[in-house]
Structure formats: structure tokens, C-alpha cells
């Protein structure tokens, strides 16, 4: 496999990197960059995904997204158990080049979430003026209906990446 | 000021963190949890932005978006310098509660980057077939025609946040 760092470019000046055309993404110190993946055509966003050099690297030469799990310390490529695999259509990198946005297409069910959804922010947190008062617990809601697969049938007895 | 964690909830179970009605998020090892800051009613993502506890709550108790800058190290209400504002319209939370998707309306231009532009992400990739080949550079073009403001003037001598 090519070394994936040599194709993006060095970070030299601050100018460059937030005017210039050059796509120099900075990886943190655990060597990964924050990717918000959301639906092509304005839909929903999917999920927030960490890359390291090489996912973002096979990410763009197949048009496959790839990931770091951090939970699992290896490389990932969306979709190999699940078959919801996603079609990068856009690239789209911040002011300071620090983190993506991916626009894709998601094969099968569209779904992207491991606990079923179709998005992994399926749930909104209830605001109420109580959140200045200091004391009422803070309540979620969901915002889908179902879940759009069963993981159990899907993942099996695959451990699961949530950590707590 | 109130402590902020004593109103998250504690992370007991995955079955809770993943499928329950308690908010209790995960901050990272330095403390942070990732917010993805859209536009209320559908609109662009605006930024990726940084909370500590004390930000999270503040922004709950406020209805302000506040942040941890971690190139200043400091707690940062948006639109301090600037005046835009970012007002709270809904809070999602992914499946690991370690992420965030803010909806913000934002006072005045609507701006939300530093280097003047609308959104942060108004660069994106040149996507195409050589990036399986591995020799040409990679060329962002951008997506946005023109600053909303002129940064100068609105920060003056204020340090620029991006690093190198």
C-alpha cells in the first residue's frame, strides 16, 4: 500500500492552509481527523467518524469509506459486515483543515447506525427552561420511529464499539 | 457556578448509554465531546466545534452555544468578538453519547467562521480518477463565492485560532 501522508500536502503557512488550494489535513495527536458523514442531496447527518491517514487515503482511491475504530484500534471499512456500504460523492475540509465533512450514498437499507438506525442521532435532548434551574435530570427523546435493522441479526456476536 | 457534570447522567450500561432516555456523555480524555453546529430548519453545517462540561451546560442554561477553544485553552462564548450569536434550537446525541448535533440560528450576517466565510467547510476536494493512481496533488476548489465579512475587521489583532 502507497504511504497515504506523502499525497497531502505539508502545512506550511496559516494562509495556505485556510485560503489556499491545497488539501493539507491536520491529524490530531492520535494521528486521526473528525469526518461528519452526511447523506448526499442535503439528508440527514449519518454519523461522526474518525480516519487516520491510510482511511482517508483508501477512502479516496476506492470511493469507499473507511474508518479508525477507536473502540476496536483497527481499520474499518464501512459496510464489510453490515453490506451498508458508503459511496463517497464529496470532500468537503474546514477552515483550518482539521475536519471533513463526507457527503455519501448508503448502499441496502441506507442505514449507518450499529444499533440499527438510520442515523446515529436518533435522539434529541428535551430542552426546557428547567436546563437553567440546575436540578431536573436532562431527558432524551427519540426521533425515529424504529430501528431500520435488527443488529443482533446483522452483527451477531460481534462485540459491540460503544464503550462507556 | 454550578458543577457541571452532577447533571449528566452517570454511563452505567451500553444498553442504557445506546438505548435509554438519560443524557450522560462521554468527554474525551482531555475532557471534550465533539458538536456538530448546523443551521436550524435544514441548513449547512456550520462548524465543528469543541465542548468541555462547563461549555455543554452553559450552553443549556444559556441558550447560547459556548465552546472550549483549544488552541486558546479557554471557554469561549461564540460571538463574543463577533456578535453572531449562536442561539440552541435542538440538541442531538449519537448512539455513544460522544458526539453532538447543535441546531443554531445565528444573529446578524449568520456567519460562523472565523476566516469570514458562512460555513467553515467552504473548500471541498477535486474528486476524481487519479486519486487512484497516487502521483497528482490533491486540489481543494471552493464553495463559497465570496467572505460574508472581512475578518480584519471584525477580530483586529486578536490571534488567528488555526495552527499548524
Known amino acids: 500500500m502507497r504511504v497515504a501522508a506523502s499525497r497531502f500536502a505539508a502545512r506550511e503557512t ?52 473507511h474508518y479508525w475504530s477507536r473502540s ?14 458508503q459511496r463517497l460523492v464529496e470532500l468537503r475540509v474546514d477552515d483550518d483543515q ?9 448502499a441496502g437499507s ?3 447506525c450499529h444499533v440499527g438506525y438510520h442515523s446515529c442521532f436518533y435522539r434529541a435532548l428535551v430542552l426546557d427552561p428547567s436546563h437553567g434551574e440546575g436540578e431536573r435530570p436532562m ?11 435488527d443488529p443482533v441479526a446483522v452483527y451477531g456476536d460481534l462485540p459491540n464499539p460503544t464503550q462507556l
Chains 1, 2 share one sequence.
Not at 72 to 85: D, E
Not at 100 to 105: C, D, H, N, R
Not at 139 to 149: G, Y
Request: charged residues 20%.
Open 14 to 65: 496559516v494562509e495556505q492552509v485556510e485560503e489556499g488550494f491545497a488539501f493539507a489535513p491536520k491529524f490530531d495527536t492520535a494521528g486521526l481527523i473528525s469526518v461528519i458523514v452526511m447523506e448526499a442531496g442535503g439528508g440527514d447527518v449519518l454519523m461522526l467518524g474518525q480516519m487516520n491517514a491510510q482511511a482517508l487515503e483508501l477512502t479516496l482511491s476506492t470511493g469507499e469509506m
Open 72 to 85: 476496536r484500534q483497527a481499520l474499518w471499512r464501512k459496510g464489510q459486515t453490515s453490506g451498508l456500504v
Open 98 to 106: 482539521d475536519a471533513l465533512i463526507a457527503s455519501v450514498t448508503v
Open 110 to 112: 441506507g442505514a449507518s
Open 139 to 149: 431527558r432524551l427523546r427519540f426521533t425515529e420511529d424504529a430501528k431500520i435493522f
